[in-house]
């Protein structure tokens, strides 16, 4: 019975360790693509925030840093907020 209860944690480490490989690859991918037809990148996470540029569906950005639903991006030399929504991490 001991040695089942060795095998079922060691692969209870495993499964986990399995999982959380997963899930920070998942989350932490900094390339995505534009999903919406237009979207307007802003100077700060909000809507009230000042249009910098727009961006066409299919772009590929850079996304540094998400705060709340905003993701801060990078095409290029511009760098602005857009909602995450508006992305999908590739």
Known sequence: MFHIAW????????TGLNAYSLHRRDTLREEAIITQGIVNAKASPDRSGTELFTLHEGTKVT???T????SNIHVGNNVG??????LERI
């Open 7 to 14: 095998i079922s944690l060691l692969f209870a480490i495993i």
């Open 63 to 65: 996304v540094s840093e």
């Open 67 to 70: 705060l709340g639903e905003w």
């Open 81 to 86: 907020w857009i909602p995450t929504s508006n």
